[in-house]
């Protein structure tokens, strides 16, 4: 195309008003119509200079980071299946051989000698695993716009109708820019306009840090690439990101490494990613048809109707629950300075704050379709980020998705079930090559190959129950949607992990319990340069979960009376949780606890019996329970992002709202929060903020089997609030409100018949419930 051709896609510009008619919802923000100032919204006064400013925006598959630059905007791009390397098994061909040998030096007591043996025979081949990597950057420079010379400036992240703007006015009119991921149309989209008409400039370029081309077709930049190799493990997927470049008014020229634009009234881009990913042993796709696809049909669409999809999509789940802990001044500041003055203001609304953007992130990182949200989610700006980007499934995949079932985002869940299933099958090959054992395993890591060899060291590695861990989930999806089919569908992966521990676990020769031989408790060394061991209490507590688990989803489907038998059996002979010296719960069988290295580790493994497990509760194990407060104590409040965020729910779970929501200032905080509200580990992990998403509700409501427990942990902070929407086990919804630190009303809600204690402190509520029909109780119906 001639470097001035006239641009002449006004009938597709025009399409977009027509649509915008149809099907745009308003522009109010859902806070600003209920009084509540910025409830759904990040906003800042100055453009983002580093990453953990930029606002995220993501459709479950791809993201973007936004900078909400005056004339130089940077979107940050993410596909959530660009990682380095290809399909590949990692076993350890010397593993099988070697690990009686291991398991008799742990069982005498000779630990370091079978740490030595286990990292030069049992480890995976790479020790490593593969990493999650950025696409590139899209750069859109506007030469007409002076920085100096401009006032007004506002950044902001709508959580409602998903969207991020920037507005700013110069001495050439008032300029407006919004960035949507839509789900439906699988494209980022960008809308530049400005309110003097012929008078936007603007370069739009790509820059990648992958060996990749880019090509100028018309109106279309097209980077095509392939992902890097890494140790050893050679890069195979291909990939392509596409951008439509498309203006009203206004002329085109094609420059080098990019496309520019002069004299126009407006601004669309239209960016669709892609790689050759099909599953995680085929890497034969084609992104180009894909991405091609995807254009052509946005550009149909146009930009308000892509927006709008982008809307709906997410306000169909995020106005499920809504949050209110009450409001003060300080809420009506930009979010950033909240942040930094959180730990000594009174602002219970940041709370809320964090919340809603907590279930916003899930929605916009896993969705039906996608990838799991990883350690970062799906935003990533690097090809060797921290730890990798993985799936890090000793705590951090799974509090990725502890608020899902509870702040009504169960549809977020299907990333997750699907990567367990095929995990199963990668996770059965390591069972037999490396356990001789039947059903399946997965370590402490995996990526988006599978890989279930463990990985790092035997001191971080050497722990078989990541698995297990993920199955609680595939569990709770069940409770808490007691939907018969889903059950029968995931009991054989429940049942492949139960056989693997059936297999492998073995009997301790003092004190004649089943243990794990040979295991770590995660990244936690019991003697200084020490971790491997047997029988960890985290271990077995997984395990009492698993199995009871997977006895239950066999006998509500009626099949394996014999298995069921073998599971019980195995179950009643697991190592008990015990109490040490120091009056805390026993993190080892041993009782190392008091000369471990590292006192305040920021691992509380072996307190995963009292959340999110419900094992140790104050009710039914009140020495236990003990034992977990005072480990908590030994431990300290402070530690990394995700660590302090599991250190809430664990309080929470105590019952001790005010120590709860003490922690939860600090989460806030600039330590532990970056401006974007981001977590801080540092550096960032997405964990953290669903931790602490699902703590809040811990603080308001809590379920263990059909028993409903309301305000549980209100601290004082939030006398007077409410929530609707909050979902508990046996398919519910819970409403709440609460003033001046009591219960004022709530409301049960049920999609199946049933019969439900609602507690209140140590009062008791019996309520009959019919699908559908809401059974509302005030604080008298207690007794």
């Known amino acids: 195309m001639d470097a001035t051709q006239r641009i002449t896609r006004r009938g597709m510009l025009k399409g977009s008003a027509v649509a915008a008619a149809a099907t745009a919802l308003p522009n109010v923000p859902v806070s600003a119509q209920e009084g509540r100032p910025n409830a759904d919204r990040l906003w800042y006064r100055q453009p983002a200079e580093k990453w953990v400013e930029a606002l995220p925006v993501g459709n479950g598959r791809i993201g973007a980071m936004v900078f909400g630059g005056l004339d130089h905007e940077r979107l940050q791009l993410n596909e959530d299946t660009l990682w380095s390397g290809s399909p590949y098994n990692p076993v350890n061909p010397d593993a099988l051989a070697a690990l009686p040998e291991v398991r008799r030096l742990v069982f005498e007591g000779k630990l370091a000698e079978a740490q030595k043996l286990a990292n030069a025979k049992l480890m995976a081949k790479p020790l490593v695993q593969m990493m999650y990597q950025t696409v590139g950057d899209l750069f859109i420079d506007l030469p007409g716009v002076n920085p100096d010379y401009s006032r007004d400036f506002e950044r902001a992240l709508d959580l409602d109708a998903a969207v991020a703007t920037t507005r700013f006015t ?17 494209v980022i989209a960008l809308r530049q306009t400005t309110t003097k008409p012929g008078s936007l400039d603007c370069d739009v370029t790509f820059r990648s840090p992958h060996a990749a081309s880019l090509t100028i077709e018309g109106d279309t930049l097209i980077l095509s690439g392939s992902n890097s190799s890494q140790d050893g493990i050679a890069g195979r997927l291909r990939f392509e990101a596409r951008v439509r470049v498309l203006s009203e008014g206004g002329t085109r020229e094609t420059r080098v490494g990019g496309i520019g634009i002069k004299g126009a009234d407006s601004l669309t881009l239209l960016i669709a990613i892609a790689t050759s990913y099909r599953s995680f042993n085929d890497v034969g796709g084609d992104p180009a ?36 802990l009450g409001h003060t001044d300080a809420a009506n500041k930009p979010t950033d300075e909240r942040i930094m003055q959180s730990e000594t203001s009174d602002d219970p609304a940041l709370a809320a704050l964090y919340f809603n953007y907590g279930r916003y992130l899930l929605i916009s990182s896993s969705r039906p379709g996608s990838q799991a949200a990883n350690l970062q989610g799906i935003w990533n700006d690097r090809v060797r980020p921290p730890w990798g980007s993985k799936y890090t499934i000793n705590i951090n995949t799974e509090m990725n998705y502890w608020p899902a079932e509870s702040t009504a985002l169960a549809e977020c869940t299907e990333p997750l079930i699907s990567l367990v299933r095929t995990l199963a099958e990668s ?50 999806r069940w409770d808490y949607g007691r939907d018969k089919a889903y059950l029968a569908s995931i009991y054989p992966l429940m049942r492949g992990a139960a056989e693997f521990f059936l297999d492998v676990l073995q009997q301790d020769p003092k004190s004649g319990y089943l243990v794990t031989n040979p ?23 997984i395990l009492r979960d698993l199995f009871d688990n997977v006895a239950a989803a066999a006998r509500i489907l009626g099949k394996d009376a014999a298995f069921v038998a073998q599971v019980q059996a195995a179950r009643a002979r697991l190592a008990p949780d015990k109490v040490g010296a120091q009056g805390q719960l026993q993190e080892w069988m041993e009782d190392w606890d008091g000369g471990a290295p590292e006192q305040n580790h920021r691992h509380v493994s072996h307190l995963y019996g009292l959340y999110p497990s419900h094992q140790i509760n104050p009710d039914d194990t009140p020495a236990l329970a003990a034992a977990a407060k005072r480990t908590l104590e030994i431990r300290g ?44 580990h540092p550096p960032f992990q997405i964990d953290g903020n669903f931790g602490g998403t699902a703590a809040i509700v811990e603080m ?50 049920s999609a199946i018949a049933g019969s439900r204690t609602v507690r209140l402190g140590d009062r008791r509520a019996t309520v009959r419930l019919r699908p559908g029909r809401p059974v509302r109780l005030n604080i008298a119906a207690f007794k």
């Open 170 to 186: 110069t001495l050439s009119g008032r300029y407006e820019r919004r960035v949507v991921a839509s789900p439906t149309y699988q």
């Open 427 to 476: 996770g059965a090959r390591t069972a037999r090559e490396m356990y001789g054992a039947r059903g399946w395993v997965a370590h402490h890591n995996t990526d988006l190959w599978r890989a279930t060899a463990p990985i790092d060291g035997a001191s971080w590695g050497l722990w078989p129950t990541g698995g297990a861990w993920l199955c609680l989930h595939l569990w709770d």
């Open 519 to 541: 295991s770590i408790s995660p990244e936690n060394e019991h003697h200084k340069g020490v971790s491997v061991c047997a029988g960890p209490a985290m271990d077995m507590q």
């Open 700 to 749: 308001l409501v809590q379920n263990r089997g059909e028993e409903i427990h309301l305000l549980p942990a209100l601290p004082s902070a939030w006398p007077t609030g409410s929530v609707t929407g909050l979902r508990t086990r046996g398919a519910c919804s819970v409403d709440l409100n609460w003033k001046d630190g009591a219960l004022a009303a709530a409301t049960i809600t």
């Open 289 to 324: 048809a894909v991405t091609r696809a995807q254009i052509d049909k946005a550009s149909a669409a146009g930009f308000d109707a892509i927006a709008a999809d982008a809307a709906s999509e997410n306000r169909r789940l995020y106005r499920e629950v809504k949050l209110d």
């Open 637 to 680: 409040d402070e530690a990394t992002g995700w660590a302090t965020a599991w250190r809430i729910n664990l309080w929470a779970r105590l019952r001790d709202g005010d120590h709860a929501h003490a922690i939860l200032k600090f989460l806030l905080g600039p330590e532990r929060t970056y401006p974007n509200m981001f977590d801080a």
